[in-house]
Every structure is written in C-alpha cells, then in structure tokens.
C-alpha cells in the first residue's frame, strides 16, 4: 500500500461480509443494508481462486461509526437462508 498517514482514509469503514449465498447479488448486499449510510458502488463480491463467488463481499460506509453500527446491528442477519458474519476491515 502507499505509505504516509494523514487525512481520513477508508480506515475502520469497509464491512467485511461472509456465508452469503453464492448467487447473491450486489443488488442484494445494498438491499441487506438498507437505511444506512453506505456507498453503492463499493459494493464488491469476492471470487475465490476459481473464479467462482467466495460467498464473500465488501461494503463501504459513510464513516467508521456508521460501519461499526450495521455490523453491530446486522451480524447474524440473514440474507435467504444464509447467516451472515459482518467484520470491520482495519487498515
């Protein structure tokens, strides 16, 4: 990564997003995080080294706070019949 500190950074505001359902959708992930404060575009579902969905994803918030409060609200959800483990991503 590129060194040097300062500033606010994505630092403490991605969610990582694991069990998902294989053929969940970023439409889906958005939709699981309705009502916070999150960017659509970060949304990112994660391939494993075939290629295929990890049944992992990525989601960014407006801020740390914000990450921390739909993790702490949203893990354990379930998305189909799947329950979800949410981590923030530390930098």
Known sequence: GRGGGGGGGGG?????IRGMPYRA???????FFRGYDFNPRSVELLMGRDGRPSGEATITFADPREAQRAQ???NRGTMGSRYLELFVQDY
């Not at 403490?12 to 990582?16: A, C, F, I, P, Q």
């Not at 959708?25 to 939709?31: I, L, M, P, S």
């Open 12 to 16: 403490g505001s991605t969610l990582k």
């Open 72 to 74: 702490m609200e949203k």
């Open 25 to 31: 959708t970023e439409q889906d992930v958005g939709e």
